[in-house]
């Protein structure tokens, strides 16, 4: 089993930046492949970014050149650093981690708003 905390959502204008954090736990070994997702309002969650355990990364189009994911493998954290947000980023992010058993775990979601 595998625990994920994500902490860091919050309230911020458009245009700033945000960093939210997943902390994992428990059977991290079998961790491949970690990423976040997100769920706007009304609408369906979707990908937003994942890394490898080797650091390879792949980002939705929507987000490119906006949003960094970072692993620390020695802390067990992953991280989602969020620059010139949109209101259309406006969400609750989801931290994923998928298992070397293709086993998806989930976090409880942190909610980001942007907004003026």
């Known amino acids: 089993q595998v625990q994920l905390v994500e902490s860091g959502g919050g309230l911020v204008q458009p245009g700033g930046s945000l960093r939210i954090s997943c902390a994992a736990s428990?059977?991290?070994?079998?961790?491949?492949?970690m990423g976040w997702y997100r769920q706007p309002p009304g609408k369906e969650r979707e990908l937003v970014a994942t890394?490898?355990?080797?650091?390879?990364?792949n980002y939705a189009d929507s987000v490119k050149g906006r949003f960094t994911i970072s692993r620390d493998n020695a802390k067990n954290t992953q991280y989602l650093q969020m620059n010139s947000l949109k209101p259309e980023d406006t969400a609750v992010y989801y931290c994923?981690?998928?298992?070397?058993?293709?086993?998806?775990?989930w976090g409880k979601g942190t909610l980001v708003t942007v907004s003026s």
């Open positions: 890394i490898t355990s080797g650091g390879s990364t």
């Open positions: 994923n981690a998928n298992s070397i058993l293709d086993i998806n775990y």
């Open positions: 428990g059977s991290i070994s079998l961790i491949r492949l």
